[in-house]
């Protein structure tokens, strides 16, 4: 397994690699890796030729009073969790690397990037955007694997790659859960013992929403008024949002009749969790 921390680098391996025919394979990350990522990673051996994976914190998709500095840095159990599994290349690049002090480019998604996370992390989704329109330049990858816990993430970038016409092909895939149902995150390393606890309430949430249209409700805001009340039982956390949107539009439905997406963002004390549950009215 390669690791580069310079574009060149990275490039002059794509290169190669690409000479000999090989699919890229393509898992962007921020490091901190749980089974959630390296089932992407699984995915991408089974379909490619060549992985590479990319352990990036990007600053410019952390709003001023987020994460960014603390965000969990653990490089060497990353790059042993990546050499077991076979990855090609590990791209590892500092911020300088990434972004010049004068660059002035940024890539914003204006429509599917508006609501839900969006909203309450203005600029999240130009950074997320810039930084992976950067690495798929730099890395060109054949198919990107993308994880449905980061739901609009993904939407967004498909996105962006349909209408910027990167000739890359996106993968989404479900989101991986711990034994409790908790979705797999590297925020969960902020959790303690209690808060992990609460934080199951996002699960049963969802689980609650399901059960709900599964037993024929069809109107939204009954569900999420129960879903509220189920949330605000837990004393530690406090809703962002909690909404039924469209699969496609992102934007909330006024009836289920279909596949909608149940989406939710929680604190639990001051960790911002995010979960979400795709159901289709049509095959409970
Ligand atoms: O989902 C993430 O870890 C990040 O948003 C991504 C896609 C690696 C871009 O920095």
Redesign the pocket.
Known sequence: MVIAKTIKHVRKIIFAAKQKNKTIGFV????ALHYG?LSLVRAARKNCDFVVV?I???PT?FGPKEDFRKYPRQFNQDKRLLEIEKVDLVFYPSAAEMYLKDSSTYIKEVYLSEPLCGSTRPGHFR??CT??AK?FNIIEPDIAY??QK?YQ?ARV?KRMVRDLNFPVKIKIFPTLRERSGLAMS?RNAYLDQKARGDALVLFESLKLAKKLVKEGERDPKKIINKIRKLIISIKNAKIDYVKIVDVENLRPVDKIKAKVAVVLAVYIGKIRLIDNVLVDANSN
Request: proline share 5%; aromatic share 10%.
């Open positions: 962007p990350t921020m490091g990522h990319s990036f914190i990007n998709q950074g997320v930084v992976v690495l993308f994880g980061d993430q970038v590297s």
